[in-house]
């Protein structure tokens, strides 16, 4: 069965400071990996896909690597923002199956 | 593109009502998705329809849940004689386009159920 680990709980930096999300999976035959934002009492909002062949993908500040063999991924956040705190969360897709599975998630707090 | 809608926004209902919530995709995704997140959680999946066709379902959807989505547009997903058990969010999420299966999934701002 699919685990998803997502280290640290929470996290609290300084505006400005570049910092790194971590996730984990216990499978690492996955079809790809999402990593979504999520405001409080809201949605989610897609903010990478890495498909199973790629190793990362980049939007703007947002920078998300892919190590299916050791089970791993990371999102890199550049220069932070006050605008960034939200809750971060990770999920697999295992292919075969439409199912996410997802992480507890990463809540951030970028302080002014 | 509208995004997902889904209504109504919170719901309180008492144990043992039934409870029926819409949600309204992007309207060219093919792929709908109902997934159920309590607090501190992440969203757990509970069904998936491609059109019309309901071809996934988690064995979290007992049988009090029923899903439909007539004509491959909106969907409903309906909860009978409630339980304390089933308060969560609701999240509806639809995917398409020519990315199929690694298309990101687009959310709505869920359902709160909340059961006295």
């Known amino acids: 069965k699919q685990e998803v680990t997502q280290i640290p709980a929470a996290l609290s930096v300084p505006e400005g400071e570049n910092l790194v999300l971590n996730c984990s999976f216990t499978?690492?035959?996955?079809?790809?990996l999402q990593w979504f934002r999520q405001d409080p009492g809201k949605g989610l909002t897609s903010l990478l896909l890495?498909?199973?062949?790629?190793r990362e993908q980049t939007s703007g500040r947002l920078n998300a690597s892919l190590d299916k063999s050791s089970g791993r991924s990371t999102l890199y956040i550049a220069a932070s923002q006050p605008g960034d705190s939200a809750t971060y969360l990770c999920a697999v897709n295992q292919g075969g199956s439409e199912k996410l599975v997802f992480g507890k998630g990463t809540k951030l707090t970028v302080n002014p | 593109d509208t995004g997902v809608s889904q209504d109504p926004r919170h719901k309180i209902t008492k144990r043992g009502q039934n409870v029926t919530f819409r949600c309204d995709p992007i309207?060219?995704?093919?792929?709908l998705y109902w997934y159920r997140q309590t607090l501190g959680q992440g969203p757990e999946f509970l069904t998936y329809f491609q059109n019309e066709a309901q071809l996934e379902k988690s064995r979290l959807l007992s049988d009090r849940f029923s899903a439909e989505r007539p004509k491959g547009s909106f969907s409903t997903l309906e909860i009978q004689r409630t339980e304390q058990g089933d308060s969560a969010m609701y999240l509806c999420?639809?995917?398409?386009?020519?990315?199929?299966?690694?298309?990101?999934?687009?959310f709505g701002n869920g359902t709160r159920l909340t059961v006295t």
């Open positions: 999420a639809s995917s398409g386009g020519v990315g199929g299966f690694n298309s990101p999934l687009h």
């Open positions: 309207s060219e995704h093919n792929r």
């Open positions: 890495i498909q199973s062949s790629q």
């Open positions: 499978d690492s035959a996955i079809y790809n």
